[in-house]
């Protein structure tokens, strides 16, 4: 058992979550006071706490759609901190490539933080600790995932709104992926792949549950995602405390029906809420918002 296994409470017994849409025109709005406010509603308790955020740095980026943009990632970074956070740490295991160092190159991240040595973490090649899954959703029993990660207090999945080529939308719970040490499992961690995706995303986010979701979606992805799509100017952030309900409003932000999704209708069982009436909506409103998603012809069921 490591300190970010949780016991799973059935989603009929958990409360109804809350998430916060907000408006944001452009990344040089300014975010970081808009984020604050936003996070305001949760009364989250991080003085004194280690944070990690960890963002979609999934490759590399120079036209700046296909991962986390790093204002919003320095923005969240600085709210944190303010919040009274004993450190706040930026980590991820890019996907499809080795070189971790030119992804954050290509997204200009140390122009938005400033010198990455002690705050950026590659999971990728992170210290690692044996993970016993509590749930047996995939034929995974186990995986090795990083220290930093599962020793930090409090961990924040900053994810892209986006959508995906064989997972329909890859969104804060998708975006655990990222944790997955390519060092130990190589790149694109096909091990994922073959336990099957959705099902994987279930045992991940089962044994890492993200305390706490933001999805950038100022401008996200259409398409055939989550790399070789279109970018699609959403205009909107999204924040919440149940990864599982932010992963669903996303979806209808995005035009598309959450419970069409294979892992987020499954994880409406045991992970949070996907039901509209277990969703205590604050900020915009998902109909003024909305903004229809292209995909593949492989999901056109989830329009």
Partial sequence: MTL???????????????????????????????????????????????????????????????????????????????MGASQVLVGDGPALDRDTEAILESVKLREHLGPLRNVFVDLNLDDVERVTFPTRASRLRELFLPKTCMGVDFVVSMAKLKTHHWAGVTLSMKNMFGIVPGACYGWPKNVLH?????????????????????????????????????????????????PVAVDATC???????????????????????????????????????????AVLPAFQSLK
């Fill in 194 to 242: 073959w336990a099957g995706i959705d099902r994987a995303i279930l045992d991940i986010n089962a044994a890492a549950r993200p305390d706490f979701a933001i999805v950038d979606g100022i401008v996200g992805m259409e398409g055939n995602g989550p790399t070789q799509g279109q970018p699609k100017a959403s205009g909107v952030l999204v924040f919440g405390n149940d």
């Fill in 4 to 82: 970010r296994n949780q016991t799973l409470t059935p989603s009929f017994q958990r409360p109804p979550s809350q998430v916060v849409i907000r408006r944001v025109g452009s990344y040089q709005a300014e975010i970081a006071s808009l984020m604050f406010e936003s996070l305001a509603p949760f009364g989250l308790q991080v003085k004194g706490k280690s944070i990690l955020l960890k963002p979609n740095l999934v490759g590399l980026d120079p036209e700046g759609f296909i991962n986390t943009h790093p204002t919003v990632i320095a923005a969240a970074r600085e709210c944190f901190l303010r």
């Fill in 251 to 293: 979806c209808r932000v995005m035009g598309l029906r959450p419970e069409g999704v294979k892992y987020l209708s499954q994880a409406g069982t045991m992970l949070g809420h996907v039901q509209v009436d277990k969703i205590q909506q604050l900020g915009e409103t998902i109909e003024s918002t909305r903004s229809s998603f």
